[in-house]
């Protein structure tokens, strides 16, 4: 009787002890307040986050608005380049703080982590050599497309992320009989394009207009949006449960409220993709 006493006021006092250390885990936002650094995982394209190739300064509406927020955070904010089918493995680890790279909010996404609100419109481009556009348009079959594991674009082609309202033509009925082939990042897709390795590749709208300028060394590729794939909307992700999102939601909403967001998306080219 003494040995199950004992064993029973051992168990009393370890599950106390829990109970205390998870009562002094620090919320999110102390955290990130408490360590002065916001660390931000993406992956490089523009206009999101990328490399000015004549200044080498590391710029990007994500970029700038991120730095925005941190100066209100009064916290640092240091990027870390992750792989794009591990963000959420990146996330819950701790290695980064958020996942803000021009990512469309999915249910899968919401479910799993804390989503801000909608920030910018998306949709989903083809992005193929201007020589051979109508032939790869007018039938895919047989054709290899090229897409970044783990984002919208492969979500859309494999069925796995479902459709909406906003969808006319099914991506996964449409793409059934081409060839898919995954990629790094969404710059590595369309390089493939380039490359002449792949037909086609599927990419945020936002990427895709941000890489193929005029100005850019893919003149010979063009940008097609008429897939009526359907819309999706990007927002910024942290780990479930997180107080920061909503002190996020409070400061963006600052911004649109004083006119610093428009003016940062009109430096981007991105005025259409804000959400009126």
Do not use: H
Not at 78 to 93: G, V
Not at 167 to 190: C, G, H, L, Q, R
Not at 220 to 245: E, W
């Amino acid at each position: 009787m003494k040995r199950l006493l004992s064993l029973s006021l051992a168990l009393v006092l370890a599950l106390s002890l829990c109970a205390a250390a998870f009562a002094e885990e620090p919320g999110d936002l102390a955290y990130i307040t408490g360590k002065g650094t916001l660390v931000v995982g993406m992956t490089l394209f523009p206009p999101m986050n990328y490399y000015d190739q004549s200044t080498g300064e590391f710029v990007g509406f994500d970029t700038e608005l991120a730095l925005l927020v941190g100066e209100k955070l009064g916290v640092a904010v240091e990027f870390i380049e992750i792989s794009w089918d591990a963000k959420e493995i990146e996330l819950n680890s701790r290695n980064i703080d958020a996942i803000w790279n021009g990512m469309c909010i999915t249910e899968e996404r919401a479910a799993n982590m804390s989503m801000s609100d909608p920030y910018l419109k998306n949709s989903q481009a083809l992005v193929v050599k201007a020589d051979k556009a109508e032939a790869i348009l007018a039938d895919i079959k047989g054709k290899t497309v090229v897409a970044e594991a783990g984002s919208t674009g492969e979500g859309k082609l494999l069925g796995t992320i479902p459709d909406d309202e906003t969808t006319i033509v099914p991506p996964s009925e449409y793409f059934k009989e081409a060839n898919y082939v995954p990629a790094d990042s969404m710059a590595k897709a369309i390089l493939e394009v380039k490359a002449g390795a792949a037909d086609a590749a599927l990419v945020d709208s936002v990427a895709a207009l941000g890489i193929v300028t005029p100005e850019s060394d893919f003149t010979d590729l063009v940008v097609n949006l008429d897939n009526n794939f359907g819309d999706q909307f990007y927002g910024i992700a942290f780990r479930k449960g997180s107080d920061v999102t909503a002190k996020l939601n409070e400061i963006i909403a600052g911004f649109i409220e004083d006119g610093t967001f428009a003016e940062l998306a009109a430096k981007y080219n991105l005025g259409d993709a804000v959400i009126k």
